[in-house]
């Protein structure tokens, strides 16, 4: 034996070394190109007029200051919230065991997580906003609202939105971690909900809520399409706002560069948190804890509470999108369709998520695979390397990615071309972490029990993979709906490079919103919804619910 | 008197197995038969974890099928998994007082009895039960079934895994206590040979129907 795993032959050690040696190169491009952007902006900015000046306003300056004071003070808020809710969902879930609303609860909270951000911002709107159904009921009935129209409240409700059940699903991976003979023993000593919380949910929802707590903390804190759309103005701001403000109004690159360096420094320390408590990005198997009976199930303050969380996420959720549809004036919206912009924007999105999901999908297979070698070859070391620097595609600003390597590049193609490429390289980077979780626990499981067959016939190389692909054809199928869904959804590096010549769907949807608004911009948001509905469908995923993340 | 009249269970699609037993207060029953035959499923019935089919099972004349796991007569160990593995021996036995409505003013003298009865040291107590042998987890398992003072006992495969001096030590522990609390004793094993280790007064075999 060496370090814990069974001792392989060399021949056979060489074989499985290839992956991980393919995985650790890719993994040090990805590093490389996290230095490679901040490297760029740092020495574009210093040859300008006071570029080392601007640069350390950027990092200590009143801007920085502020927008990191904001930002700290948003993702906290949105991180109690969401984490709060969402660990509370999930007591609320197992504790109502197999009642009749639970697939549809987690079909739906697996379908928020996937909303096009831009979308649930505008659905978000539609209830809460100027004009929003549920602001003008609350005024009609005297109830003032603890939020304004835009600002620190709509965008807490959004985080909320994709967040609350993230953590849920986090909450019930934990709780279904707990093994079905526990359950029983609880019923068996007829354990009151305070002890079921103390003694068996709260020790496995302790990990749980410090894992969602950080991976949430670092998605809100870099959050940049609902703050952009919903935080009304500079009061409410985030780095990556900051970043983009810097970018796209002022061209400022050195006080871009030093923002990016703060934002690198922090999601830096969440993500080394993270991965110090191996808290999952995507978790798997969250719908399968069974109703075993519980004591107390049946007092009033557990029953009360209980339905008081899922009446909450229902509206969290059901009621914007059900507003989106309701409010719809399809007359006017249907003028959509008539307009070139809209297909050209079509065709350019369908150009940009196809491949990068197809992209994603591939990388995240050799990463999952390495990581698989790694761990059997007793390479710990290199397996921490190649997940390291998948979670730091994570930390690095995509309009920082995006300004580095335009600045680079666009002298060697046309802007439109470039800003295509751009984006595309952007959603493989969005997505990558995601798939690559979603593909790792199948092959960690697959590989090594096809092993010896394989090595036994042997199978190496393209043939294995012909053997191995279709044993991962549910985790391949729901990797490219993610991959692509995130990707027709990302409003990122489009927000900088988005033009007459190039603009996708979310890019779109973002200028409908602000200069036109009303029906058509609703209408393209029901088309993007039913864009990711279609992809979820074809997956099977909706009606399949097994976990999530985004 | 715990009575199973005409007891019918299986699961769906399964054949069903059907089993009329009666166990008197201090005496132990015996149920084996091969894998997979129904033996565990008989006494998730018992505990409230599986619907029979049809049938009674009363304690005293009082059939309890109907009532939820923690108001039926009767305490479960399982083959495995009895104790919550982030708690330590004292804290696992303690949860045995759940069940009553207040916890007693002696409680921790309670539980350094019970386990001091199982031949568990003082010592051990308060070491995470991880830290236990697979001997002494069932013991610490089994002092908590005794201060749950349930009149009838359910044990599954309560000797797998044990060497055959650990067997007879245990069986030796498990007759003796049955004896002393007067309790109705349910065992299910696949090995007959327990039966003659713990001395029961009765044994079913259940037939493979598949």
Redesign the interface.
């Known amino acids: 034996m060496a370090g814990g795993q069974p001792l392989i032959p060399p021949a056979l050690r060489a074989a499985r070394l290839v992956p991980l040696r393919l995985g650790l190169g890719l993994g040090t491009l990805l590093l490389g190109l996290v230095g490679l952007s901040i490297g760029v902006l740092f020495w574009q900015g210093s040859r300008e007029a006071g570029g080392l000046g601007s640069l350390a306003a950027g990092l200590f300056g009143p801007e920085a200051r502020f927008a990191l004071r904001a930002a700290l003070l948003q993702a906290s808020l949105s991180t109690v919230l969401s984490v709060g809710l969402g660990l509370w969902l999930a007591r609320a879930l197992v504790r109502r065991g197999a009642f009749w609303g639970r697939r549809a609860l987690l079909s739906l909270s697996w379908l928020a997580m996937v909303v096009p951000t831009s979308v649930a911002a505008l659905a978000i709107l539609s209830v809460w906003g100027p004009a929003g159904s549920g602001r003008m009921l609350a005024e009609g009935i005297g109830l003032p609202l603890p939020f304004e129209q835009f600002g620190l409240g709509m965008v807490l409700l959004a985080h909320c939105f994709f967040n609350v059940p993230l953590a849920m699903r986090l909450g019930l991976s934990a709780l279904s971690s707990l093994?079905?003979?526990?359950w029983?023993?609880g019923?068996?000593?007829?354990?009151?909900a305070r002890?079921y919380f103390i003694?068996?949910e709260w020790?496995v929802l302790r990990l749980a809520a410090i894992g969602s707590a950080s991976l949430i903390f670092l998605l809100c804190f870099t959050s940049f399409a609902l703050v952009l759309m919903l935080g009304g103005g500079p009061r409410v701001t985030t780095l990556e706002v900051a970043i983009y403000t810097a970018l796209r109004f002022d061209f400022d690159l050195p006080l871009a560069a030093g923002l990016a360096l703060l934002q690198l420094l922090v999601c830096a320390g969440l993500l080394l948190l993270l991965w110090y408590q191996r808290a999952p990005l995507l978790n798997q198997g969250a719908a399968g804890l069974p109703g075993?009976?519980r004591?107390d199930r049946a007092a009033w303050l557990a029953r009360f509470g209980d339905w008081l969380a899922i009446g909450l996420l229902v509206l969290l959720i059901v009621l914007p999108l059900l507003s989106l549809l309701a409010g719809q004036d399809w007359q006017a919206g249907a003028n959509l369709f008539t307009r070139p912009v809209f297909w050209q924007a079509l065709l350019d999105t369908a150009l940009v998520c196809l491949p990068s999901a197809v992209i994603s999908l591939g990388l995240g297979l050799i990463f999952a695979t390495a990581l698989v070698r790694a761990r059997q070859t007793g390479q710990r070391l290199a397996g921490r390397f190649i997940g390291f620097s998948i979670s730091a595609s994570l930390m690095l600003p995509a309009l920082v990615l995006g300004t580095a390597l335009f600045i680079l590049l666009y002298q060697l193609a046309p802007p439109a071309r470039l800003a295509w490429g751009l984006v595309l390289l952007a959603n493989i980077l969005l997505s990558l972490p995601f798939v690559m979780r979603l593909l790792e626990p199948r092959l960690a499981w697959l590989l090594p029990a096809q092993d010896r067959l394989a090595d036994q016939l042997g199978l190496s190389g393209w043939r294995r993979l012909r053997v191995t692909l279709p044993a991962l054809g549910d985790e391949l199928q729901t990797g490219f709906a993610l991959a692509a869904a995130l990707s027709l959804g990302d409003l990122g590096v489009i927000a900088l490079f988005g033009s007459a010549d190039f603009q996708t769907l979310p890019w779109l949807l973002y200028q409908y919103q602000n200069r036109y608004g009303g029906a058509e911009a609703e209408m393209l948001a029901l088309v993007m919804l039913g864009l990711v509905l279609l992809l979820f469908f074809t997956a099977g995923r909706l009606t399949r619910p097994a976990g999530g993340g985004r | 008197m715990l009575m199973l009249e005409n007891l019918v269970w299986g699961w769906p699609d399964a054949p069903e197995q059907t089993l009329d037993l009666t166990v008197r207060q201090g005496e132990i029953a015996l149920v084996s038969g091969p894998s997979g035959c129904g033996k565990t499923s008989l006494l998730n019935c018992l505990?409230?974890?599986m619907q029979p089919r049809a049938g009674r099972a009363s304690w005293q004349g009082t059939d309890f099928l109907p009532l939820?796991?923690?108001?039926r007569p009767?305490?479960?160990l399982?083959q495995?998994?009895?104790l919550?593995e982030?708690?330590s021996a004292r804290?696992n036995i303690s949860?045995?007082f759940?069940?009553r409505r207040e916890k007693p003013a002696d409680a921790d003298r309670q539980v350094t009895e019970a386990a001091a009865r199982l031949g568990l040291e003082a010592g051990l107590l308060d070491r995470p039960v991880t830290d236990l042998s697979g001997g002494q987890q069932q013991r610490v398992a089994l002092a908590r079934t005794l201060l749950?003072g349930q009149p009838v006992l359910l044990l599954d495969e309560p000797f797998s895994g044990f060497d055959e001096k650990l067997k007879h030590s245990a069986a030796d522990t498990l007759t003796r206590l049955v004896a002393d609390q007067q309790m109705a004793c349910l065992v299910v094993s696949h090995d007959a040979r327990d039966c003659q280790r713990l001395g029961a007064k009765k044994q079913v075999s259940l037939p493979d129907h598949r």
């Open positions: 093994p079905d003979r526990q029983q023993l019923a068996s000593l007829g354990l009151s002890d003694w068996m020790p075993w009976p004591r | 505990a409230g974890f939820s796991p923690w108001q009767v305490s479960f399982f495995s998994g009895n919550f982030h708690l804290r949860l045995a759940v069940r749950v």
